[in-house]
Nanobody
Framework: QVQLVQSGGGLVQPGGSLRLSCTAS????????MGWYRQAPGNERELVAQ?????????ADFVQGRFTISRDNANAKSTIYLQMNRLKPEDTAVYYC?????????????WGQGTQVTVSS
């Protein structure tokens, strides 16, 4: 079992930046992938960015070079970040950190508590 604790988020004006953090603890030795999802009111949860321990990184099309996912180099599996730049009102959502193990998938993995990101003037 992996526990995920998120921090960051909040209210920002359009064009601004925010950074989200997610720290994993517990049984992190079998982690295969870590990433960020978001869910806006009335919408399904969607992938924002994800990387696997093999080095593959995926971004949603709507990111368009504005967001960067990264991880703590001191311990590759323990902390990930999402740097969000040039934020738009449509980026407003609750953002969730996710991790899952080999042979599993995000749906059946571990989730953070969620962080509200609101982009508004």
């Amino acid at each position: 079992q992996v526990q995920l604790v998120q921090s960051g988020g909040g209210l920002v004006q359009p064009g601004g930046s925010l950074r989200l953090s997610c720290t994993a603890s517990g049984n992190i030795f079998n982690v295969y992938a870590m990433g960020w999802y978001r869910q806006a009111p009335g919408n399904e949860r969607e992938l924002v960015a994800q990387f696997s321990i093999r080095g593959a990184t995926n971004y949603a099309d709507f990111v368009q070079g504005r967001f960067t996912i990264s991880r703590d180099n001191a311990n590759a599996k323990s902390t990930i970040y999402l740097q969000m730049n040039r934020l738009k009102p449509e980026d407003t959502a609750v953002y969730y950190c996710n991790t899952y193990s080999h042979g599993s998938s995000a749906e059946f993995g571990s989730w953070g508590q969620g962080t509200q990101v609101t982009v508004s003037s």
